[in-house]
Nanobody, 114 residues
Framework: QVHLVESGGGLVQAGGPLRLSCAAS????????MGWYRQAPGKQRELVAE???????NYADSVKGRFTISRDNAKNTVSLQMNSLRPEDTAVYYC????????WGQGTQVTVSS
């Protein structure tokens, strides 16, 4: 069983930065594929960024060059540094951990004002 807790969400002006963190508890977390998803009102949940156990990363086209995902296996954390935020980045952001199944955090709200 994996338990994920996100933090760092909030209200930020367009163009500003925000850093999300996810604290994970469980066994063998360093072997898990970690990621961040988001869901805006009225829209489907979408992948924002993901990082493999080996450190390879993948980003949605809409955030490439602005967001950076990282992980610290010693601390069992994964972070999402978000820069140059846009109003369209407003959403609930979810941390995920995936191996044989995918685990989800409870989500954290990010609101970007124009």
């Amino acid at each position: 069983q994996v338990h994920l807790v996100e933090s760092g969400g909030g209200l930020v002006q367009a163009g500003g930065p925000l850093r999300l963190s996810c604290a994970a508890s469980g066994s063998f977390l360093s072997t898990y594929h970690m990621g961040w998803y988001r869901q805006a009102p009225g829209k489907q949940r979408e992948l924002v960024a993901e990082i493999t156990s080996g450190g390879s990363t993948n980003y949605a086209d809409s955030v490439k060059g602005r967001f950076t995902i990282s992980r610290d296996n010693a601390k069992n954390t994964v972070s999402l540094q978000m820069n140059s935020l846009r109003p369209e980045d407003t959403a609930v952001y979810y941390c995920t951990a995936a191996a044989l199944k995918i685990y989800w955090g409870q989500g954290t709200q990010v609101t970007v004002s124009s």
